[in-house]
């Protein structure tokens, strides 16, 4: 399967709305589901508080990351997050994606990422530990999972972009 990474333009806003929208009607509890409209993503491209990547196949957008680049002080970090289509996991493309963003993350002059992952989401957990990630502390108990009604932790992920 031949999956083209790349930084997405205005035109692919509709295309990312689309793979947030199916994500949240899949039941799957992540950030870019709260996502208000296709004008938000675009804001998201043209803005330098954010870097967008985007994994596409066969024209259909498949996966996103976005780096959400600190200010001030902490301008040399970033936060990640990062989707991937139901359809389409357990196939290398989150894990290829990030080393993309990151690589392009880290000539933007960024040398540390964060991500923070709900601790039941063992796939995510282990895709980021598997490129250099580490866990850096935890928010116990920070969201509830009301599937399973329990609450979960919020795992601090660390990597440095050396």
């Not at 994606?97 to 991500?115: E, F, M, P, T, W």
């Amino acid at each position: 399967m031949k999956v083209q990474l790349i930084k997405p333009e205005a035109h692919d806003a509709p295309g990312i709305y689309e793979l947030f929208m199916q994500l949240k009607k899949d039941g799957h509890e992540i950030t870019f589901a709260d996502v208000a409209d296709v004008g938000e993503i675009v804001d998201w491209i043209s803005s330098s508080e954010n870097l967008l990547y985007i994994a596409r196949y066969n024209q259909q957008i498949i996966g996103v990351m976005r780096a959400g680049i600190e200010k001030g002080g902490t301008s040399h970090s970033c936060d990640i997050t990062i989707a991937v289509s139901s359809e389409y996991r357990q196939q290398g493309i989150a894990k290829t994606l990030v080393n993309y963003g990151l690589s392009d993350v880290k000539h933007q002059g960024i040398s540390v990422a964060r991500a923070r992952v709900f601790s039941d989401n063992k796939a995510s957990l282990n895709t980021l530990l598997s490129i250099g990630f580490s866990v850096t502390g935890s928010f116990v108990k920070h969201h509830y999972n009301d599937k399973r009604n329990i609450y979960v932790d919020d795992i601090i992920l660390y990597k440095e972009l050396i």
